[in-house]
């Protein structure tokens, strides 16, 4: 059987912290053909000791940002460095399974359609328990929420199935990166991900969940202010202008600019505080600001489309109503598998 060659990516930046064990981890791998990336994004902690350690290490690629040019920009480097058949990036925060890649590639070699997939990540300090298997779209959103999160593993996580993919540990061919590209540097915080395994969705490939690929991650939780909502508002609003087809972005894109207001609103009764109206109204500016390179950004990725989004929508997205949504989002998440559980 062939053996496909993984390139590990990892770019991190003021890492210390956890990158030690990510890289002690990573080079315990048993697998005979993997090179690793590290991109260091302009590091003033530690972080450049701790990869000097492996600096004599088999088929160690680093890189050395001069800058901070954030994570986005920095895997988009590495892809142009790697030289395997399948790219895995990987956070500076997980650890890996001394047979993980194992698990990738059995999901690769199973079928040609296959143009990407994630490892099955656990919560690092409760190793037993879900952290992501993967997640589901969102239709009126463009966003979506995570499989099997605090869940036990279970029978329903032993197999592979057809998902979304996380960027925490995300295996893409690099053939697939030469059709759609890389990364959109205009997502530089939240949605990268979200947005890149999409585009494979409407390049014509599937996205599998490597259940055999087991990677340990630290779930952060971050603090909400006016940048989150600005992020995650425009981000948003340029993935639905980019990926649906006309007719679902002007279903959707209206919708999802309700709801972001309605959020906002939310956060101003309960919270007593304008940050989630000024998040929005600032990505609603941006969008306008930027919709010219939206627009010739959205005509490359419809030139590449292979898949309609009926048929999209059909093994990725979940189809709710606005109420349970309002219910998800503002009165406490649930997993995508009791959502469609629920019927939703």
Not at 169 to 184: E, M, Y
């Amino acid at each position: 059987m062939k053996k496909l060659k993984f390139s590990i990516i990892i770019a991190t930046y003021n890492g210390e912290r956890y990158l030690e064990k990510c890289l002690s981890s990573v080079f315990k791998t048993i697998y005979p053909k993997f090179e690793v990336i590290i991109v260091d994004d302009g590091s003033t902690d530690g972080s450049l000791q701790i990869i000097n350690k492996y600096k004599n290490a088999q088929d160690l690629i680093f890189i050395r940002n001069n800058q901070n040019i954030g994570l986005v920009k920095s895997r988009n480097k590495a892809i142009k460095k790697s030289t395997g058949d399948i790219l895995v990036f990987l956070d500076n925060d997980t650890e890996v399974d001394k047979k993980w890649i194992v698990g990738l590639s059995e999901v690769f070699l199973s079928d040609n359609s296959i143009g990407a997939a994630q490892c099955k990540m656990f919560d690092i300090k409760n190793r037993k328990t879900i952290q992501q298997a993967g997640m589901k779209l969102i239709p009126f959103t463009g966003f979506g929420v995570t499989i099997g999160r605090g869940e036990k593993d279970s029978k329903k996580y032993k197999f592979p199935m057809e998902i979304i993919s996380l960027g925490a540990s995300l295996a893409v061919r690099k053939s697939v990166t030469k059709v759609i590209g890389g990364f959109d540097e205009n997502l530089f915080h939240y949605c990268d991900d979200l947005d890149f395994s999409w585009r494979v969705w409407i390049a014509g490939f599937r996205i599998m969940l490597a259940p055999n690929a087991k990677v340990y991650h630290y779930l952060k939780v971050h603090n909400p202010n006016h940048k989150l909502y600005f992020h995650l508002s425009k981000n948003s609003y340029r993935m639905m202008i980019k990926n649906y087809e006309i007719s679902n972005t002007l279903k959707f894109l209206p919708t999802s600019i309700l709801f972001s207001m309605v959020g906002a609103l939310n956060i101003l009764l309960t919270r007593n505080s304008l940050m989630g109206i000024a998040g929005v109204l600032m990505g609603l500016g941006w969008s306008v600001v930027h919709l010219s390179d939206t627009l010739v950004e959205r005509e490359k990725v419809q030139k590449y489309r292979r898949a309609r989004d009926c048929d999209i929508f059909s093994k990725i997205m979940i189809s709710t109503n606005l109420v349970y949504l309002y219910r998800l989002y503002f009165q406490g998440a649930k997993t995508t598998a009791n959502l469609m559980k629920a019927g939703y």
